[in-house]
C-alpha cells in the first residue's frame, strides 16, 4: 500500500529544514546502507548523530506524532528516528529492498522495518529525475511529491531513486514498525478506517452501520496487533 500525506509539514517547518540543513556537513550516504544496498547507493546524508540530524528528527517525529493520516496508513509501534539524504546531479540509489532489521543508535534496540517513509523537502520543479520508483501489487508506481508531503509504502518494496539530472533532491526517509506487519492487512484496516470517516460525516456517530463497521475495524486489531 502506497499512501500520500501531504502537507506534513507546514511551509516554515520546511524553510527551516532547508535552513538548517544547508549549515549541515554532509557524508557518504553509504555509512546507513547494507552490503548489497551500499554498490547501488550514490547520495549524501547528514550524520544521525550531528546536532542538525538530531534537531530536525525530533522536527519530524512531532510532525508524525500530529497526522491522523500516518497514525492509521502505518499504525506504528516504533519508527526510527528520521534521517535526511540529497542527492545532486548524477547520484542515485538503485533498485533494492531495505534490511529488514534496523539497530537504533545509541539505544541498543532494533526495530522491524514494515514501513519505509520519504518525506520530501525541495519543491519538484527545483530539480528534474529524483523520482522515487516502488514496485508493488499495483504495479510500478512514480514518486515525486511537492516539499512538506510524505508518501508511505511497505519496506519490503523494490525501489529506487532516479538519477537527478538538474538541481537537488533533499528529503528525510526513516521506517516505522508497525502494529501490524502484513501490508494486505495495513491496507484493509486503512481502507475500513476511511470509510468509517464517511460514515461517521453522513450518518453520526450513533447510527447502527457506523457503531457496526467500528466495531469490526477494532475487532481485527485485537485480532492482528502484534505489541
Known amino acids: 500500500m502506497l499512501v500520500h500525506i501531504p502537507d506534513l509539514l507546514t511551509a516554515d517547518e520546511v524553510a527551516y529544514c532547508r535552513q538548517v540543513l544547508a549549515a549541515a556537513a554532509w557524508v557518504d550516504g553509504r555509512v546507513t546502507a547494507g552490503d548489497q544496498s ?22 519530524v517525529l512531532r510532525a508524525l506524532g500530529r497526522s491522523a493520516q500516518f497514525a492509521t496508513a502505518a499504525l ?6 528520521p534521517l535526511f539524504n540529497r542527492y545532486d546531479m548524477g547520484m542515485t540509489f538503485h533498485a533494492h529492498v531495505d534490511n529488514a532489521i534496523r539497530p537504533v543508535p545509541g539505544t541498543g534496540a532494533r526495530i522491524r522495518t514494515d514501513v519505509s517513509s520519504t518525506l520530501f523537502l525541495t519543491p519538484p520543479d527545483d530539480y528534474d529525475g529524483g523520482e522515487l520508483v516502488v514496485e508493488d501489487t499495483y504495479g510500478q508506481q512514480r ?30 526517509f526513516f521506517w516505522t514498525q508497525s502494529l501490524v506487519k502484513q501490508d494486505d492487512r495495513r491496507r484493509m484496516l486503512y481502507e475500513m478506517d476511511l470509510s468509517i470517516r464517511h460514515l461517521r460525516a453522513d450518518l453520526g456517530d450513533g447510527h447502527a452501520g457506523v457503531l457496526g463497521v467500528t466495531a469490526a475495524y477494532h475487532n481485527l486489531l485485537r485480532e492482528w496487533v502484534e505489541m
Do not use: I
Request: a positive charge; charged letters at 20%; zero cysteines.
Open 38 to 59: 551500499a554498490q547501488a547507493k550514490r547520495n549524501l546524508q547528514v550524520p544521525q548523530d550531528s546536532p542538525q540530524g538530531r534537531e530536525l528528527s525530533e522536527l
Open 143 to 172: 514518486v515525486k511529491l511537492p516539499a512538506g508531503h510524505m508518501v508511505v509504502y511497505p519496506a519490503s518494496s523494490l525501489h529506487r531513486v532516479e538519477p537527478v539530472t538538474r538541481g537537488s533532491r533533499w528529503a528525510s
Open 76 to 81: 506504528p509501534l516504533k519508527v526510527f528516528p
